[in-house]
């Protein structure tokens, strides 16, 4: 079982960034596929982004030209930058992780390891 853990959430005023990481135990990284997910009290877990083992991404229409996923790969770690944030961004933000290719990255089930999530909360 892959070990994940979020960090980097936290309060900021909006229109201000923040930058979540993702650390995913694991000798084999490299391969894992990644995703970021958020869910707001009352609502589902929805997709935000993700990054394929060999760096493709994707986003949804909601975060794109805000939101950027990367990974370091040495350090076991993915990162969600956070741009231009509104309170509407407010949520627990949840990294995921598969040691396979994940056919559709949208889906969280598809995903097989979770991180406890990380709060984020933009004022107005």
């Known amino acids: 079982q892959v070990q994940v853990v979020e960090s980097g959430g936290g309060l900021v005023q909006a229109g201000g960034s923040l930058r979540l990481s993702c650390v995913a135990s694991?000798?084999?990284?490299?391969?894992?596929?990644l995703g970021w997910f958020r869910q707001a009290p009352g609502k589902e877990r929805e997709f935000v982004t993700s990054?394929?083992?060999?760096?493709?991404?994707d986003y949804a229409d909601s975060v794109k030209g805000r939101f950027t996923i990367s990974r370091d790969n040495a350090k076991n770690t993915a990162y969600l930058q956070m741009n231009s944030l509104k309170p509407e961004h407010t949520a627990v933000y949840y990294c995921?992780?598969?040691?396979?290719?994940?056919?559709?990255?949208?889906?969280?089930?598809?995903?097989?390891?979770w991180g406890q999530g990380t709060q984020v909360t933009v004022s107005p």
């Open positions: 694991g000798r084999t990284f490299s391969s894992y596929a």
């Open positions: 990054i394929s083992w060999s760096g493709n991404t």
């Open positions: 995921a992780a598969r040691r396979l290719p994940v056919s559709d990255p949208r889906v969280p089930r598809n995903y097989d390891s």
